[in-house]
């Protein structure tokens, strides 16, 4: 569903939950909603061989780059209560929507 609400913002505070790097906290550094993907800084992290690029000026190597890992592997980890959390929605009196963390029911920016 492409209109889906999505629960990790960017910038947000993440655990991984599956794959190679379980257990793997960091911040989430783009969202990719066409793809349910998220990209999680330090996380999923693959080598890549660059060739070298003159005309870009760049020398070569080995470059790291971050891959997109599911939305559905990560969770929020709440900045109230440091613990990897479901995120849950509430409206404030002007309509706002506010998510808020299950566990001890803190508003998340
Ligand atoms: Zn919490």
């Known amino acids: 569903m492409a209109n889906r609400v999505w629960k990790i913002h960017k910038d947000d505070t ?5 794959g190679k790097d379980k257990g793997k906290i960091g911040k989430v550094t783009r969202i990719l909603r066409d793809k349910n993907k998220v990209v999680v800084e330090k996380v999923n992290v693959v080598k890549k061989h660059m060739k070298p690029n003159p005309y870009a000026g760049q020398p070569g190597g080995i ?5 997109p890992i599911d ?5 929020l980890v709440c ?3 440091a613990k990897p959390t479901r995120v849950g929605y509430r409206f404030t009196e002007d309509d706002k929507k506010l998510r808020y963390c299950k566990k001890c029911n803190e508003t998340i920016s």
């Open 63 to 67: 470059v790291e780059k971050e891959m």
């Open 79 to 81: 900045p109230a209560c």
């Open 71 to 75: 939305v559905s592997n990560v969770q």
């Open 14 to 18: 993440v655990m991984v939950l599956a």
